[in-house]
């Protein structure tokens, strides 16, 4: 006796369909209109141009103007937490 291994579909429904089927069931009417050249506005300047389901998109921030990308980033040291966490664990500012 032969045994041959039988593969076995995970999705035996779509399995199952041929192109010409599928695209009958896909819903009409129901998808958002897609822009592909939607402008990206940050106070009140073009940015970039990038696909969208809106024709404009208007953002506070973006990589230009972010203080992490620009380098212009400060470590902000609000309440002494660094103090408050040398004190708690009995830590000494000094480099060992």
Same mark, same amino acid.
């Given at each position: 006796m032969v045994c041959e291994k039988q593969e076995k579909h995970l999705n035996t429904q779509n399995a199952k369909l041929n192109k010409s089927k599928y $695209? &009958? @069931? =896909?819903?009409?009417? !129901?998808?958002? &209109?897609? #822009?592909?050249? $939607? &402008? =990206? #506005?940050?106070?009140?300047?073009? !940015? @970039? %141009? =990038?696909? $969208? %389901? &809106?024709?404009?998109?208007? =953002?506070?921030?973006? $990589?230009g103007n972010h203080p992490f990308f620009t380098g212009s980033q400060r470590i902000i040291d609000t309440e002494g937490r660094v103090e408050r966490f040398m004190r708690k664990y009995n830590l000494d500012n000094t480099n060992n």
């Open positions: $695209s &009958k @069931m =896909v819903k009409k009417h !129901i998808q958002p &209109k897609w #822009y592909p050249q $939607s &402008k =990206v #506005y940050c106070d009140g300047q073009h !940015i @970039m %141009t =990038v696909g $969208s %389901t &809106k024709p404009e998109l208007h =953002v506070d921030i973006w $990589s």
